[in-house]
């Protein structure tokens, strides 16, 4: 099970003007905790509440589904093609990145079991497009389009282009290499859809895109590359359980929203640093981003800024501003209990200044990093949380994320703020639109084409 480390976020460590009295607030939050947590498994079941990412370890329907289209194409494609951006991807890259081996596209086939290459087409860059488009033999390859919508512009756009690509190579059973997620009922994708013929999976009412990761938008990719989601699965339901309970002293999630709560309202922590010590884990800051500033990011002022970092490599890059820059910042490490490997430093160059690292492993050496960073930053009275996963596996990664998308629901709670819509995402898609003559939009095109004209 996931452990949550507070300590070095108390005022006895890093003192009262930065720091919190962890037992003190604790207790005066616990009935205000219980109640948010209550009301979140009551309202969970109630259409229009966008709380149904919370039942998704018990859509065994889907799960059923998923695992018989996968099984069904296994052998017939050489690489997966993902279009989709936001929350039909960030999940998606945090969890293959994390749980296939590293660099599993520069695999062989026979290294990787037959199994195919994955690639995420999650942005509208043209040169990127084509340069993977160019290397892609796309007969060979199953292209995943997800959009709850299906009016995504930079989806759709992709889909477009790759749609019109298949069929001119493969004629009418270009169809048979495309699989679309997508509304259950409506929508142009799903339109397009049962006009054309596509396998269709479906993205849940009531689950926005950046808690969609454990829905059919992740777990089909997933299981098309081989992953366990079953083990996946059990990890959920397990961590849910876990979570059900109201006592804030067991519950880290409600923990760390309280924390990160706390220190933002009345310490001006108003930015909240992702950093796991795991190259594996690195997508899982960009999918944090994406979750805590979507979710938290209103009214003007509400919600600390997310931002990403890796270690040990961000201690050459950001830790001199965390460490002597504003004290405005909670930094979240997400430390590693047992890599897969041990990696051994030969003992050579003992005559020099790096001989003492000989004979011990890169292993104690990035649990050193993220010690040593942790004291420096302690010392440096900057407030520090620690969440440390037993294994990268499927249950681990699951729990993981699976904590992070309660503890950002509390976190809203706490801010008495909507956590799942995103109005401020909306106007900038209605721009797009109306720029790029979609039909209803001519009037805010003459608005916005006026405002550019003022610049």
């Known amino acids: 099970m996931i452990k949550l480390c507070c300590n070095y976020v108390d005022e006895a460590v890093i003192g009262a003007e930065n720091g919190l009295n962890i037992k003190h607030e604790f207790e005066n939050y616990k009935d205000t ?16 509440q966008w709380l149904q990412w919370m039942n998704l370890g018990y859509s065994e329907e889907t799960v059923w589904y998923v695992k018989e289209y996968a099984s069904m194409v296994q052998g017939r494609f050489e690489n997966i093609l993902v279009l989709g951006i936001g929350g039909s991807a960030l999940g998606g890259l945090a969890v293959t990145e994390a749980l296939l081996k590293p660099y599993w596209n520069l695999l062989s086939e026979e290294q990787r079991k037959g199994l195919p290459r994955i690639f995420f087409l999650d942005n509208i860059d043209p040169d990127s497009m084509t340069g993977l488009l160019n290397m892609l033999d796309l007969s060979k390859t199953l292209v995943n389009v997800i959009t709850k919508s299906g009016s995504t512009a930079e989806t759709m756009s992709q889909f477009m282009i790759v749609k019109n690509m298949l069929e001119q190579e493969l004629g009418s059973n270009y169809r048979y290499n495309i699989v679309a997620t997508t509304d259950k009922r409506t929508g142009v994708l799903r339109q397009i859809a049962e006009q054309e013929g596509y396998k269709t999976f479906v993205v849940p009412d009531d689950v926005g895109g950046r808690f969609s990761v454990f829905s059919a938008v992740g777990l089909l990719p997933f299981a098309l590359v081989g992953l366990d989601i079953d083990e996946m699965i059990n990890g959920i339901k397990d961590m849910d359980l876990a979570l059900k309970n109201t006592d804030i002293n067991e519950n880290i999630a409600a923990q760390n929203a309280l924390i990160h709560y706390l220190l933002d309202t009345k310490k001006g922590k108003n930015m909240c640093v992702m950093m796991p010590y795991s190259s594996r884990l690195k997508y899982v800051s960009d999918w944090f981003v994406q979750l805590w500033a979507e979710s938290l990011g209103k009214n003007d002022y509400v919600g600390p800024t997310p931002i990403k970092a890796l270690g ?15 004290n405005n910042k909670i930094i979240n490490f997400i430390r590693v209990g047992e890599f897969d490997n041990t990696l051994e430093i030969p003992q050579i160059f003992e005559y020099t200044g790096i001989g003492y690292l000989g004979g ?43 904590m992070l998308e309660i503890q950002t629901a509390i976190t809203g709670a706490l801010y008495n703020i909507d956590t799942f819509n995103q109005p401020g995402v909306e106007q900038a898609k209605n721009y797009t639109y109306a720029l790029m003559g979609r039909a209803g939009y001519e009037e805010s095109a003459q608005e916005l084409q006026a405002k550019m004209a003022m610049v």
């Open 33 to 48: 905790i219980a109640n948010i947590i209550s009301d979140l498994n009551k309202r969970k079941d109630k259409p229009g």
């Open 312 to 326: 040990a490599t961000d201690q050459h890059s950001q830790i001199q501003l965390y460490n002597e820059g504003p």
């Open 360 to 402: 011990k492993s890169v292993n104690r050496l990035i649990n050193a990093e993220a010690d040593s960073t942790r004291v420096a930053l302690t010392d440096c009275k900057r407030p520090v949380v620690t969440i440390t996963i037993d294994k990268v596996n499927g249950y681990s990664l699951a729990q993981l994320l699976y």
